[in-house]
C-alpha cells in the first residue's frame, strides 16, 4: 500500500504585507476560513504564524492572540495546530519560547541559525535545547526545520542529548530555497534525507518560490511529504498570483494523488505525529 501524503499548509508566515498582498489571511477570521478550506482540499497540518490587525498586521507573539487563534483553529477544524515559535526575525529568543503556553499541538523549531534574506534568523543551540526539553515537558510535538545541511547535525545532537521528543515520532521538514538557506533543488533535497539520522520517522519539504514545484514532486517521488502555502510561494504560475493559500493545497492533492500518495485525513495526520489529544469532546 502507497503511504498517503501529509499536506502541510503555511498560509501566511511573518515576511509578507499585508499592504502588498491583500488575499493573504492576517486576521483570525481568514485565517479560520483558510483552514476550514484547506483542510477541505487535503490538508492535515496547519503551521500559523499570528499577526496584528490592530498593528498594520505585523507579526505578532501575543499570548492572547495565540491562544485564541489555536483554540479557533481547533475549534472549527480537525487539523493538526502547528505553532511557529520562529516569529519574525526580530522577536527576542525568551519571548519566542513563549509560544509554547498557548498549549498548541505541534510547534515548529529551526535546528540552527540561517542567513535570511538580508537578516539572520538566530537559533543558536541554547535555545534549541530548551524549546527542545520544554516541548517534552508541555507534550508538544515539535517539527524539526531544516534550512541548510548542518541543521541535520544539530537535530543529531539534540536527540542524542535529550531522547526523543514527545510522542516518539521525528518529524522533519526541509525548508529549501531560503536566500541564505540550502538551494530549493532536487540534488540539495536529496543529500540532506540521506543524512537523516534513523530516529527520524518522516519527512516534509517545501521549496520557496520558483522551487515550490520541483521540490513538490522530488520530496513525493522519494517518500516524503509536502509543505505549501503563501508564506513560501506567492505565485501560482508565472505572472499570476496565488489568490487563496486552498489553490495550493488542491495542487498539491492533486499531484499526491496522480502519484498515488493521496493526501492523509487529520486522524492519519495526527496517527503519524504522534499528536496530543487536546480537543473538546
Same mark, same amino acid.
Given at each position: 500500500?502507497?503511504?498517503?501524503?501529509?499536506?502541510?499548509?503555511?498560509?501566511?508566515?511573518?515576511?509578507?504585507?499585508?499592504?502588498?498582498?491583500?488575499?493573504?489571511?492576517?486576521?483570525?477570521?481568514?485565517?479560520?476560513?483558510?483552514?476550514?478550506?484547506?483542510?477541505?482540499?487535503?490538508?492535515?497540518?496547519?503551521?500559523?504564524?499570528?499577526?496584528?490587525?490592530?498593528?498594520?498586521?505585523?507579526?505578532?507573539?501575543?499570548?492572547?492572540? +495565540?491562544?485564541?487563534?489555536?483554540?479557533?483553529?481547533?475549534?472549527?477544524?480537525?487539523?493538526?495546530?502547528?505553532?511557529?515559535?520562529?516569529?519574525?526575525?526580530?522577536?527576542?529568543?525568551?519571548?519566542?519560547?513563549?509560544?509554547?503556553?498557548?498549549?498548541?499541538?505541534?510547534?515548529?523549531?529551526?535546528?540552527?541559525?540561517?542567513?535570511?534574506?538580508?537578516?539572520?534568523?538566530?537559533?543558536?543551540?541554547?535555545?534549541?535545547?530548551?524549546?527542545?526539553?520544554?516541548?517534552?515537558?508541555?507534550?508538544?510535538?515539535?517539527?524539526?526545520?531544516?534550512?541548510?545541511?548542518?541543521?541535520?547535525?544539530?537535530?543529531?545532537?539534540?536527540?542524542?542529548?535529550?531522547?526523543?521528543?514527545?510522542?516518539?515520532?521525528?518529524?522533519?521538514?526541509?525548508?529549501?530555497?531560503?536566500?541564505?538557506?540550502?538551494?530549493?533543488?532536487?540534488?540539495?533535497?536529496?543529500?540532506?534525507?540521506?543524512?537523516?539520522?534513523?530516529?527520524?520517522?518522516?519527512?516534509?519539504?517545501?521549496?520557496?518560490?520558483?522551487?515550490? +514545484?520541483?521540490?513538490?514532486?522530488?520530496?513525493?517521488?522519494?517518500?516524503?511529504?509536502?509543505?505549501?502555502?503563501?508564506?513560501?510561494? +506567492?505565485?501560482?504560475?508565472?505572472?499570476?498570483?496565488?489568490?487563496?493559500?486552498?489553490?495550493?493545497?488542491?495542487?498539491?492533492?492533486?499531484?499526491?494523488?496522480?502519484?498515488?500518495?493521496?493526501?492523509?485525513?487529520?486522524?492519519?495526520?495526527?496517527?503519524?505525529?504522534?499528536?496530543?489529544?487536546?480537543?473538546?469532546?
Amino acid at each position: 500500500m502507497p503511504v498517503p501524503t501529509l499536506i502541510t499548509v503555511a498560509p501566511t508566515g511573518a515576511e509578507t504585507a499585508k499592504a502588498d498582498f491583500p488575499q493573504l489571511p492576517t486576521t483570525l477570521e481568514e485565517l479560520v476560513e483558510t483552514a476550514r478550506r484547506c483542510e477541505a482540499a487535503g490538508a492535515g497540518l496547519v503551521h500559523v504564524h499570528v499577526r496584528d490587525p490592530e498593528a498594520g498586521h505585523a507579526p505578532t507573539l501575543d499570548p492572547v492572540r +495565540l491562544r485564541d487563534t489555536v483554540q479557533a483553529l481547533r475549534g472549527a477544524t480537525d487539523l493538526v495546530v502547528q505553532l511557529s515559535t520562529g516569529g519574525s526575525v526580530h522577536d527576542p529568543l525568551e519571548r519566542r519560547l513563549t509560544v509554547l503556553d498557548a498549549e498548541p499541538d505541534s510547534c515548529s523549531l529551526t535546528c540552527g541559525t540561517v542567513n535570511f534574506g538580508d537578516d539572520v534568523f538566530l537559533n543558536p543551540h541554547g535555545f534549541m535545547s530548551d524549546l527542545y526539553v520544554q516541548a517534552q515537558e508541555r507534550e508538544v510535538v515539535p517539527e524539526f526545520e531544516l534550512f541548510e545541511l548542518g541543521h541535520v547535525t544539530a537535530l543529531r545532537r539534540l536527540i542524542d542529548q535529550h531522547g526523543l521528543p514527545y510522542g516518539g515520532r521525528v518529524h522533519v521538514d526541509f525548508v529549501t530555497g531560503v536566500p541564505g538557506g540550502m538551494p530549493g533543488t532536487v540534488e540539495a533535497l536529496v543529500a540532506g534525507v540521506q543524512m537523516l539520522p534513523p530516529e527520524v520517522t518522516s519527512w516534509s519539504a517545501t521549496g520557496i518560490g520558483r522551487a515550490h +514545484l520541483p521540490i513538490a514532486a522530488a520530496a513525493l517521488a522519494m517518500g516524503g511529504h509536502l509543505r505549501v502555502g503563501m508564506e513560501d510561494n +506567492l505565485m501560482y504560475a508565472r505572472g499570476q498570483q496565488v489568490q487563496h493559500n486552498a489553490e495550493l493545497v488542491e495542487r498539491a492533492a492533486h499531484l499526491a494523488t496522480t502519484l498515488q500518495r493521496p493526501p492523509m485525513t487529520t486522524a492519519e495526520a495526527r496517527e503519524l505525529l504522534g499528536v496530543k489529544e487536546r480537543r473538546a469532546r
